[in-house]
């Protein structure tokens, strides 16, 4: 399909990827995951959408024939890609993609909006339900709070009866409290997981979703409960990390890794989010000329929620 982009947004993923990643892309790039616009033209044999349709896109693509696709996982294929970073990506005025990959979205639904709805909802949409398989009345702990993905996180933790605690930086707390995190600590003010020890009579949280890595590694690992999870879906500080074997198995908690999402969990957080129970969360909308800007501020951690890009 060739869609015509309305609007697309950035993820810490575009700066992994204009830094150099030892991956194998496309060159010259064009970077972009998040994807929202209308349906140009149609591939031969498509069938089942219009020319004029107005979508988002699942940044997922893969063979769909290995055995990680037959069994609906997708985000494990063995020649699994995403836009953006494998595959040419939507910072264009135009965007090839497979017919699959796209989700109607309601008329009256702003591009700008929409397009910072897929890779943060579907991420924390399996981190959370998928790998934690968290439960109502569970408790949360989302770092890096300020984030796309993270933003994600605290409402569908909220959506589904969670407890959530949050860490975030000085400007962001009283924002992050408004998305649904009942105690947020400010990073500034020292150990985090002292403070949630305490709050949650030293019992710890039943999960953790952190994209931060090594910053808050060993804090993570600290405020588990027993039988925690953790679970991993970056690592925006680094890459590598510390750990005290003995507080796993002591506890008996889990290490999970996520990337992505199935179709199915796409289609499920899709249909929240443009239903209106999930809502995207939008710092700015620039013009693609500004796409330097955009990144330069990604680096700098001065954006909550998305940035957004429009041609």
Known sequence: MLVRVGAAALNHLDVWVRRGLPIET?????????????????GDGVTGVAAGTRVV??????????????QGEEPLC???RILGEHMQGGFAEYVVVPARNLFAIPHDHPFESAAAAPLPFLTAWRALMGRAKLRAGESVLVTGASGG?????IQIAKYVGAEVFAVTSTPYVERVKALGAGTVYDRAE???????WHATDKRGVDVIIDSVGSATWKQNVRSLARRGRL??????TGPKVEIDVRQLFWKQTSILGST??????????????????????VDSVLPLEQIRDAH??????????KIVLVP
Do not use: Q
């Open 260 to 281: 992505m999402a199935s179709r199915t969990e796409f289609e499920t957080a899709m249909r929240l989010v443009f239903g209106g129970e999930l809502k995207t969360v």
């Open 231 to 236: 679970v991993v879906y970056g690592g925006t």
């Open 78 to 80: 063995v020649k699994y």
């Open 57 to 70: 896109v699942d940044p997922s693509v893969s063979c769909g024939e290995c055995e990680w696709c037959m």
């Open 149 to 153: 993905v993270a933003t994600a996180a």
């Open 296 to 305: 330069d501020r990604i680096e700098a951690g001065d954006v909550f929620g």
């Open 190 to 196: 020292g150990d985090f997981a002292l403070k949630l």
């Open 26 to 42: 496309t060159m010259p790039h064009i970077g972009g995951s998040d994807i929202a616009g209308t349906v140009e033209e149609l």
